[in-house]
């Protein structure tokens, strides 16, 4: 059973109005002028969409010009984009984006390990935790807190 985001709530419209112009907009002029969002920028608006529970879409749209601007290994963009597809019950995206980055952290991995253990796929939970231990990365309470959560729910 995947974990879906929270439905979108009409009150938000504001913010949700705001996401949706930034990305169109932002998607448009970083293809035309080459223009390049600010690092910080992108997880702002991915943890935005996430609250929001803004269509999947405007997620892909802030990939997009994460592709664009080169920001994709940036850990910090590359962890708010795992959790984005993650929370929107896509399993696959976030697998692909772990795979392409380069150097990988203990936040990286204990999202990944955290997300497939939401959506109840412990075994690949502790598939990544394994991995996280061959990469020579020292986890830390809340990963051994997580591991311990989805090795729980294995049958």
């Not at 997880?43 to 935005?48: D, E, I, N, R």
Request: aromatic content about 10%; proline content about 6%; glycine content about 6%.
């Amino acid at each position: 059973m995947l974990r879906r985001g929270p439905t979108f709530q009409p009150k938000h419209c504001f913010a949700f109005n705001y996401l949706f112009l930034y990305t169109e907009s932002s998607l448009s002029s970083t293809i035309r002028s080459k223009l390049t969002p600010h690092k910080f920028t992108i997880p702002a608006l991915l943890k935005l969409s996430i609250a929001l529970g803004a269509p999947l879409l405007h997620g892909e749209h802030l990939h997009a010009i994460t592709l664009k601007s080169g920001l994709i290994h940036d850990l910090l963009v590359s962890t708010g984009l795992v959790e984005l597809y993650f929370r929107n019950g896509q399993l696959k995206p976030p697998h692909h984006l772990f795979d392409e980055i380069p150097e990988r952290d203990v936040v990286l991995f204990t999202a990944m390990i955290s997300s497939y253990a939401q959506n109840g796929v412990g075994n690949q939970a502790l598939e990544f935790f394994s991995k996280m231990i061959e990469e020579g990365k020292k986890p830390d309470k809340m990963t051994f807190s997580i591991v311990l959560s989805a090795s729980s729910e294995l049958k």
